[in-house]
């Protein structure tokens, strides 16, 4: 089991999506995934879905347009945002400012002990724009 405080959590870069993996290397890593996100004005996520995982967005800072089967949803500081499995979505910032926000997931997104990524871009690979 880890130490109880991770004061050096790795950042990754997923897409555009700067990432922490808040459960990676606890003992709930395998039911539930929890990642703590942030993304920089400007940018746009690629279109895609997770098939089997259910996902909760919950915004902490800035603003940010999350397109759900493209669906546009203003969302800000505050505001949770339920995607299902098979939705395709995507997130974008506008030009001005940047978001931050936890991404819960169940089943988590990727599974350390099979090495499965619940990913899939949408044909085309297209992205999000303002």
Known sequence: MPNRIDRDLEVELHDVFHVQQVTRDTPIEEAVGADLVTM????????HRH???ETVLFFLG??????????PHAV?????????????????TSAVSGCSFLSVQTPPILSK????????WREGGSAARD
């Open 62 to 71: 800035g603003e940010a347009t999350v397109f759900i089967n493209d669906a």
């Open 51 to 53: 098939n089997f995982s």
């Open 113 to 120: 002990a099979t090495g499965f990524r619940d990913l899939e």
């Open 40 to 47: 920089e004005s400007g940018q746009s996520s690629q279109t």
């Open 76 to 92: 800000s500081a505050g505001d949770r945002i339920l995607i299902h499995k098979a939705e395709y979505h995507s997130v974008a």
